[in-house]
């Protein structure tokens, strides 16, 4: 397996403009969760999903980030406008049933480092 | 409020001696406990994990204490060896909630 695929690897934009991740997940696994990680706060949850549903977007920073996931095998996290505080790296991951159980490890990608000037 | 707190930034071990890695929670309602690993440039991978009805849980080189009166864990590795260099992030979840809760991570350096 592919393990999860995320794209682009690093991204770096202007201040204002639109920026789109993507996440593909491991095949079969129900959940797929977005996450952020600064130096200041460390590895936060932004949103995860159950079957394509968005289940808790309660860590999403604002109303700039938006994350979507329409169909089992894609997800996309967009931030617009994005800002300068909004650089970071920006991990995807996957689970097969739910988090913290005994079969419900989650499966990171490479992140995408993220930087907005 | 950090519900999980990895309170050593940084760790400095000889190759061959032990690590050990602490993590100390505030959340009593937590009842299943994760380490992961994180080298540069890659994302977490799982490392090993322990219920809150175990106090040991061993996987080779790699050994997780519970002590659940005092809210604390600790990942043993014995002997470190230099691919153990990495970053690791203890996390917790709760039955009642799905959330991974994480540590800051502490970065291990093993030093040959």
């Known amino acids: 397996d592919a393990g999860v695929i995320q794209s682009p690897r690093h991204e770096v934009t202007e201040m204002g403009q639109e920026v789109t991740l993507r996440c593909k997940p491991i095949s079969g696994h129900d959940y797929l969760f977005w996450y952020r990680q600064t130096m200041m706060r460390g590895l936060e949850l932004l949103i995860y999903f159950n079957n394509n549903v968005p289940i808790d977007d309660s860590g999403m920073p604002e109303d700039r980030f938006s994350a979507k996931m329409p169909n089992a095998s894609f997800s996309t996290l967009k931030i617009q406008p994005s800002e300068p505080r909004d650089s970071a790296v920006y991990f995807c991951?996957?689970?097969?049933?739910?988090?913290?159980?005994?079969?419900?490890?989650?499966?990171f990608g490479p992140g995408t480092r993220l930087t907005v000037l | 409020d950090q519900q999980v707190k990895q309170n050593s930034p940084s760790l400095s071990v000889q190759e061959g001696r032990i690590s050990i890695l602490n993590c100390d929670y505030t959340?009593?309602?937590?009842?299943?406990f994760l380490w992961y690993k994180k080298y540069p440039a890659e994302g977490p991978t799982f490392l090993i994990s322990?219920?809150?009805i175990k106090d040991k849980n061993e996987d080779g080189r790699f050994t997780v204490f519970l002590n659940k009166s005092a809210k604390h864990l600790s990942l043993h590795i014995v002997p470190s060896q230099p691919g153990d260099s990495a970053v690791y992030f203890c996390a917790a979840s709760m039955d009642s909630n799905y959330q991974l809760i994480w540590g800051a991570g502490t970065k291990l350096i093993i030093k040959p």
């Open positions: 991951a996957s689970s097969l049933s739910r988090p913290g159980r005994v079969t419900d490890t989650q499966y």
């Open positions: 322990i219920s809150s």
């Open positions: 959340n009593s309602m937590f009842d299943y």
